[in-house]
């Protein structure tokens, strides 16, 4: 296969025959230029003369340049390229190993204790038993613990959304008694032989010799879709290589997409333990005596207090979307989706979603008064330096990492993957999220929420600032028992979505002509 997205013949010289097989990185010539392509599938023919007469003339593979996929993993290359929609040749470039010269490493086992939570372990026996499904695991609990018990199977694959929680995953195993091996820096390890092979998202590729399972942790999370073409999803891929071969696949989540509840709504688990989620509380921003001032009483509480770190979210950036009332300060937006309402040239407020209009008055009270806070991180930050004396770190794109714990960060949603050490969280004002005009929009503000849970910890706090704190999604986050009231929420979700055809019970597709 050349640069071009297309399949080619050549012959395998007999110098080359040894070194030559499916998934190979090969060199050929190709209208008198000499390009990089990869052997997808071998054919065996009695003699030259059978060749020209099936396939006509052809030429001689010019030389053979390594490693490149995994010989097993090529037909899953060609159903990826398939099933969702692309070029072959983009998807064996994500599949190939890091390097074309494989180095000798040999195979390594470990000595693995048992396992450590018999709450998760139970409900990993029970999706092998079933050989694939979602195990619902708190903030607070280990995904890892569900890893260890599929690896007690047999060598397994591990995929995350990010290097950083691979790295770190690997280093929990290993104290463990696990042998690991982290993609794509230890590719050749991971063809010799180890417990754990673990990556993020084009892991889902890589060598695993003898697998026995496969884990996706944090399958909700958007660094699992590859947005190059063809925007393969890594559950997916996960799911259809663990069939194939006949392997359980075990995906973890706080949050469960949409998509898993619904294919795997048969085997499910909910892992219930003493530790779930930390402190969430819901603040009500109409309770703030100044309009449309962020500062309510809870944040200012927890940036004065001289304990550590506090991160506070606020995904603003240029123009805000958000509509209030001047009269009764309610929050515009639509009774049929809840998305925010946006106001055009005339000033008539419309819902960007389903494209309803309410017309130049307030849908609370009437009126026709609106302010339309504006104010992003920097504003938010400027307030804080002014009511408390402790340093205020505004992070962005261009800031270096070189802060001291202790400090008050103001940034957007990335601010809560480059610090660490934070007791709380406050997401400053998550309605700008929660009413974006996406079907997906609840599910990013649960997988903002669930990432700050994270950081905090179980002696930690988050505080979400809302107008809307009856919202079923916030109400649900200020429940006692949040599994249980985020599983109620999900219910309603895929009822809505199945009543409006939306994905996983329909496809959305936006179709453009130029004529």
Request: glycine content about 8%; some cysteine.
């Amino acid at each position: 296969m050349s640069g071009i997205d297309k399949v080619f013949d050549y012959i395998v010289p007999d110098a080359l025959v040894e070194r030559v097989w499916v998934g190979a990185r090969v060199r050929i010539d190709l209208n008198g230029r000499r390009v990089g392509g990869w052997v997808v599938q071998l054919v065996s023919v009695e003699d030259e003369a059978h060749i020209s007469d099936r396939y006509g003339r052809l030429l001689p593979l010019v030389s053979v340049s390594g490693h490149g996929v995994e010989p097993d993993v090529v037909p899953l290359t060609k159903w990826v390229s398939q099933y969702f929609w692309g070029s072959w040749r983009a998807v064996l470039s994500s599949a190939s190993a890091p390097h074309v010269r494989a180095r000798s490493v040999h195979p390594h086992r470990g000595t693995h204790q048992g396992p450590d939570d018999e709450v998760i372990s139970r409900a990993v026996k029970n999706i092998v038993h079933e050989g694939a499904g979602l195990i619902v695991v708190p903030p607070l609990g280990s995904a890892l613990a569900a890893v260890a018990q599929v690896a007690q199977l047999g060598p397994t694959l591990v995929v995350c959304p990010t290097v950083k929680m691979a790295t770190l995953g690997a280093a929990s195993l290993r104290r463990k008694g696990f042998t690991t091996a982290v993609i794509p820096e230890q590719w050749d390890a991971a063809r010799a032989g180890v417990d754990v092979v673990i990556g993020a998202r084009s892991a889902v590729f890589a060598p695993c010799a003898s697998l026995s399972g496969i884990v996706v942790i944090d399958e909700h999370d958007e660094l699992l879709h590859d947005e190059r073409s063809p925007t393969w999803n890594a559950v997916d891929v996960a799911a259809e290589r663990a069939r194939s071969l006949g392997v359980p696949c075990v995906a973890t989540s706080a949050i469960p997409s949409a998509a898993s509840l619904h294919r795997w709504s048969h085997a499910t688990e909910v892992v219930k333990s003493d530790k779930q989620w930390p402190q969430i509380e819901v603040v009500d921003l109409e309770t703030v005596p100044v309009a449309g001032s962020l500062l309510s009483t809870e944040m200012l509480s927890a940036v004065t207090h001289a304990g550590g770190s506090v991160a506070c979210v606020l995904n603003t950036k240029g123009k805000a979307r958000l509509i209030v009332c001047r009269a009764c300060r309610h929050v515009q937006d639509c009774a049929t989706c809840g998305s925010l309402l946006t106001q055009g040239s005339d000033q008539r407020l419309v819902c960007p979603r389903c494209h309803h209009d309410y017309g130049l008055v307030c849908v609370s009270c009437g009126r026709t008064s609106f302010v339309v806070p504006r104010g992003g991180i920097s504003h938010l930050a400027s307030q804080l330096r002014a009511s408390t004396s402790r340093e205020i770190v505004e992070v962005s794109a261009d800031t270096h990492d070189t802060w001291t714990q202790g400090s008050i960060f103001v940034g957007t949603e990335a601010v809560l993957h480059r610090v660490s050490g934070v007791e709380v969280v406050v997401c400053a004002d998550i309605d700008r999220d929660l009413g974006a005009p996406r079907m997906t929009a609840g599910r990013e503000v649960l997988a903002l929420v669930a990432r700050a849970a994270r950081l905090v910890g179980d002696r930690g706090k988050v505080i979400v600032q809302t107008r809307r704190p009856n919202h079923p999604l916030l109400h649900a986050l200020g429940q006692p028992d949040v599994v249980d009231a985020l599983m109620a929420w999900n219910e309603q979700d895929l009822a809505q979505r199945k009543m409006f055809g939306f994905p996983p019970y329909g496809v959305l597709a936006h179709v453009s002509v130029k004529t």
